[in-house]
């Protein structure tokens, strides 16, 4: 009984930070496969989404307002960075592109030192605080949410990319980009149109994880690494597998943490990492016929 | 393509190297600062590093995020044999390239047996397990609590106490570690590698063995960073595992990028603009009315950095280049580029 | 040849510049102070406040007229938590500013990395950072020049085992966090804990970044601890502590003096409630019964810091309080600011200064000169803090 109960707290932690690393990774794919860019500063995003809606709703504001607002404002900034740096840069090797997201990282970094401080933050939970029991397993609601709203975020992806025009779109970009040109899709368009949606959807996991583990300049950091681990691992190149990635990183670290000990956890994941770029280079959950895009 | 070109714009220029290594020479004397001479042995060390990613990067087109994996190998190696175990200093330094180029083996074969950039993706992973092994191996390596006490650097009963000495030695290595590089981008593997650069499957079907031209190019980056490691374990006497972090291969990767990868002098270029940069940001950034703390600093870097990739994307030496000579290797880059993201 | 032109300008630009800063080196009338902190980076939440207690000191000191006529000029640099910035500041210090004298290192290995050059260029040297091995080296190298003002694992530590002793508490679960601060705190907990009986039934470690630390704990729960001390500071302790409570592991929990600010209140939330965790007297100060010898300074800089930077201090602060108060009488003691005689009146004629972090009694043998009298234990009780003794 006491072994089930363990198993079932340590698939409730990993679902939890798992639905979290879902969301930075779907903005990793999606950068990825429309600009070409592996954005080492979407984690900044997630730190810049809690820290707004902190301050947001200690203005005043109720909270569901204050997390719209705060992930708009995201989204502008994403928006901008994308204007200001990768859209000049876009022609560059990969090796400047990712310097040039890291570079962005700093001033994001910097900037939130400047505005934040350096002390941590916290949120409180969207509902309650009461833990719910299952087995003697302690479920929180903050974890329902984390779950509930990663796997909403996904379907409106789905829906995005399949069922409307300029989703349609923007596929059509990552297919093939001269094609997609002489059908009167603006490439431009899409990039900036993706690192905003992605940027939005960082802000988002950042806002879920805050009242979680409270939030600080320096969050970006690890919840960029791991998503993008979790990218990896689905492959890079398609939304759905990268969120199974996330989910199966955040069960990986929690049993690791839970069955071994928690100072191996990131060498556990990253190791996993190399397994599958050894030996399933294209993704655990990709076809094997699956055109690269 | 004109081959004379080609081959003039990568040799050295004599003149211009007598000069240079005059001034290195000279420069200690010139400067009565420890300070200032000792940011330039940051700069040689960095440059060390660089320089032998600049062979990675530029030649063989493969880019590392686990850098500062090899440097701390490097690192751990001479304070654990040197500091723990009274060998002689240069018993650490060579016990520091052997496991380097054993890791490097390991990481190196299953990579390249991959298209694109999976390096980068191998090498940011393998770069958190080294990390955790020094952290959890307490027993070994002291833990996150660091290193203490390692003794100075000492060859032949000469033992290096002084910033000055130390410059030398460290720039004298990094002299012989430019002009081993020199001689391997001419020689018949860096050939091989510069043409795998260009095309992989151009390079196969002229019977080039990538592998192994890769291997070496890999071994060759790994053994420079334990050798920078080893000596800025001595420099320092301290060391603690989150010296080698994820962070610290993102800093060489930015000197190497800023520096420009297709020019051997790309990496101790990178080296010494980001070193002065930094430095020179705290005198500066106090000036503009910012006094509250690092964070200004930071928010610059970021900028200028920035800034300075998107109007010189192939780094500082890389536009060089494009003037020199007409033979261009972005040219081919933006091809590659276009046809990954497609 | 066009590269090579270019090569000798920057090295005509370096030159340029490091003798324009070599210029600012001292005059005789002013006492040149250097700072190095971490005020950003990791240890930012530590570094910043010490940063500014120093500059808003330096400057009141400054408009009373400074120290027998002559005005301090505080040089401070921010080592963004790393290492090698750390090192290369303290050479431009001593090199090119000529300091007199060098608060600062935020960190542990910051000041690990630092010490050796205080130590060769003779130049007193107070360290804000914790370990042990910054005054007494387990190497016994020569520590002469270098002092510190934080209270080191080996006074935390016995306060908390004295009080796990005295409240019955003997086999503990030992959780800290995955950096130089948890580890040290970790060691020197394994080496004492025996001697006052106590027996960690389990020890576990977690990151800094932790989010969720459910999944180690389950494991806390099956060892059934009669209590559980939590090492880290403020952020990644509120996630543990939290995570302790939900899980439902009743016990007491004891935590550590990183977490002495209102942010792990906030953090923590209404599990917050009942922790104690050992700490300066800065926290209670208005508790504190009028004899204290404390008290008084205590309530002076908790005012001046908040009229200052609208937030209040930090134990952190008071450390970077006392190394400067400290260092100005030693200077006064030594009429001038001779850096062997600065260094031999903070070993001799400091005895009994009364600080923020406690009362100081460096000498010879000791460099830190604080005891486990300058902590109290201090508890979780609506919202703030009360002492619990």
């Avoid at chain 2, 298209?115 to 959890?136: M, Q, R, S, W």
């Avoid at chain 3, 908040?306 to 008071?318: H, V, Y």
């Avoid at chain 3, 009364?354 to 000169?369: L, P, R, T, W, Y």
Wanted: some cysteine.
């Amino acid at each position: 009984m006491e072994s089930l109960s363990q198993l079932m707290q340590l698939l409730f932690s990993g679902l939890t930070i798992g639905s979290i690393y879902a969301l930075i990774a779907i903005g990793f794919v999606i950068t990825y496969n429309i600009t070409g860019v592996l954005n080492f500063a979407q984690g900044e995003f997630a730190m810049l989404g809690a820290l707004l809606t902190i301050s947001l709703s200690s203005a005043g504001l109720p909270l569901y307002l204050a997390v719209i607002l705060a992930i708009l404002i995201v989204m502008l900034v994403g928006g901008f960075f994308e204007r200001a740096a990768i859209y000049p840069a876009r022609k560059s090797s990969v090796a400047t592109l990712i310097i040039i997201t890291i570079g962005i990282s700093f001033v994001f970094r910097g900037a939130a030192i400047f505005i934040w401080g350096t002390q941590p933050h916290s949120l409180t939970p969207f509902s309650g605080n009461s833990p719910i029991r299952i087995f003697e397993a302690v479920l929180l609601p903050q974890s329902l949410w984390a779950v509930g709203i990663s796997l909403a975020a996904l379907a409106g992806m789905y829906y995005f990319f399949n069922k409307t025009y300029t989703g349609k779109a923007v596929t059509a970009c990552v297919m093939n980009r001269f094609a997609a040109q002489l059908m009167g899709i603006k490439p431009e368009k899409m990039s900036f149109l993706s690192i905003s949606l992605s940027a939005g959807l960082g802000a988002l996991a950042g806002i879920i994880i805050a009242p979680i583990s409270g939030a600080s300049y320096q969050m970006g950091l690890m919840l960029g690494m791991k998503a993008f681990i979790a990218a990896v691992i689905g492959g890079l190149t398609n939304a759905p597998a990268a969120v199974l990635g996330a989910f199966l990183i955040g069960i990986i670290e929690a049993f690791s943490e839970g069955y071994l000990s928690s100072g191996y956890k990131d060498a556990v994941s990253f190791a996993v990492l190399l397994l599958v770029l050894f030996f399933m280079p294209n993704g655990l959950f990709s076809k094997k016929s699956g055109k690269r895009v | 393509m004109d081959i004379k070109k080609f081959t003039r714009s990568y040799r050295f220029n004599l003149y211009g190297i007598t000069v240079l290594l005059f001034a290195v020479i000279i420069f200690p004397f010139l400067v009565p600062s420890n300070y200032i001479i000792s940011t330039f042995i940051l700069i040689g060390l960095y440059g060390i590093v660089c320089t032998g990613l600049v062979v990675l990067m530029g030649h063989a087109g493969q880019i590392s995020l686990g850098h500062a994996a090899f440097y701390g190998i490097g690192a751990y190696s001479s304070a654990i044999v040197s500091g723990k175990f009274d060998f002689p200093p240069l018993a650490g330094v060579l016990t520091g390239i052997l496991i380097a180029c054993i890791v490097a083996l390991l990481i190196g074969i299953p990579s390249f047996k991959l298209k694109e950039h999976y390096l980068a993706l191998a090498t940011l992973g393998f770069g958190v397990i080294v990390f955790t092994f020094l952290k959890e191996w307490t027993s070994l390596t002291g833990g996150l609590n660091g290193f203490f006490g390692i003794p100075p650097f000492e060859v032949a009963g000469f033992s290096f106490t002084t910033d000055r000495s130390f410059y030398f030695l460290v720039w004298a290595v990094l002299a012989f570690g430019l002009w081993f590089a020199n001689n391997l981008i001419h020689s018949r593997t860096g050939r091989a590698l510069k043409s795998i650069h260009g095309s992989e499957s151009a390079a196969e079907s002229i019977g080039i063995n990538l592998m192994t031209s890769k291997l070496k190019a890999l071994i060759i980056s790994a053994v420079f960073a334990s050798v920078a490691g080893s000596l800025y374990a001595h420099y320092i006497s301290f060391i603690n595992p989150q010296l080698f972090e994820v962070m610290t291969s993102i800093v060489f990767l930015i000197m190497v990028v800023i520096g420009g990868s297709s020019s051997l002098w790309g990496g101790l270029a990178g080296a010494i603009i980001y070193v002065w940069l930094v430095e020179l940001l705290k005198d500066w950034v106090p000036l503009l009315g910012f006094s509250t703390g690092g964070e200004f600093e930071i928010v610059f870097f970021g900028v200028l950095l920035v800034v300075l990739l998107i109007f010189k994307p192939e780094g500082l030496m890389g536009s060089w280049k494009e003037r020199k000579s007409l033979f261009s290797p972005q040219k081919k880059k933006v091809q590659d580029k276009k046809g990954a993201a497609l | 040849m066009k590269k090579w032109v270019w090569l000798f300008v920057m090295a005509l630009v370096l030159f340029t510049i490091s003798a324009c800063s070599d210029s600012s080196s001292g005059e005789g009338d002013e006492i040149i102070i250097g700072g190095i902190f971490s005020a950003s980076g990791p240890a930012a939440p530590l570094g910043k406040g010490e940063m500014d207690t120093v500059k808003m000191l330096v400057d009141k000191v400054n408009e009373d007229g400074g120290i027998d006529g002559k005005k301090i000029k505080l040089i401070s640099y921010d080592d963004k938590s790393d290492q090698n910035e750390a090192v290369l500041s303290m050479k431009k210090l001593i090199e090119q500013e000529k300091v007199h004298a060098v608060i600062g290192g935020t960190i542990s290995g910051n000041t690990l990395a630092m010490i050796p050059l205080a130590e060769k260029s003779e130049i007193p040297f107070i360290s804000l950072a914790a370990s042990k091995q910054i005054h007494n080296p387990d190497d016994k190298s020569s520590r002469k020049w270098v002092f510190k003002t934080a209270q080191g694992d080996d006074v935390v530590i016995p306060k908390v085992l004295q009080y796990l002793k005295d409240e019955g508490l003997t086999k503990i679960a030992w959780l800290n966090v995955a950096n130089a601060y948890g580890t040290s705190g970790h060691t020197e907990f394994a080496a004492m804990a025996k001697e006052f009986g106590i027996e960690a039934v389990v020890e576990e470690e977690f990151e800094a970044t932790v989010t969720d630390a459910k999944a180690m704990l389950t494991r806390v729960k099956k060892e059934k601890p009669q209590a559980v001390v939590v090492w880290g500071t403020a952020q990644e302790s509120a996630v543990i502590t939290k995570n302790i409570r939900q899980i439902g592991i009743d016990v007491p929990i004891i935590n550590s003096h990183g977490i002495g600010t209102k942010q792990f209140i906030e953090l923590a939330g209404a599990e917050a409630e009942g922790i104690i965790f050992p700490i300066g007297r800065l926290l209670v100060a208005d508790q504190l019964s009028d004899d204290d010898k404390q008290k008084e300074k205590l309530l002076t800089y908790q005012k001046d810091y908040e009229a200052e930077f609208n937030a209040p201090p930090s134990t952190f602060g008071g450390h970077s309080w006392d190394a400067f108060y400290l260092l100005l009488e030693a200077i006064k003691k030594a009429n001038g600011t001779d850096p062997e005689k600065v260094r031999d009146a903070l070993e001799k004629d400091t005895g009994g200064f009364v600080g923020i972090s406690g009362v100081f009694n460096i000498n010879e043998k000791d460099h830190n000169g604080l005891s486990k009298d300058s902590l109290v234990m201090v508890k979780i009780k609506d919202g703030g803090w009360v002492i619990n003794e």
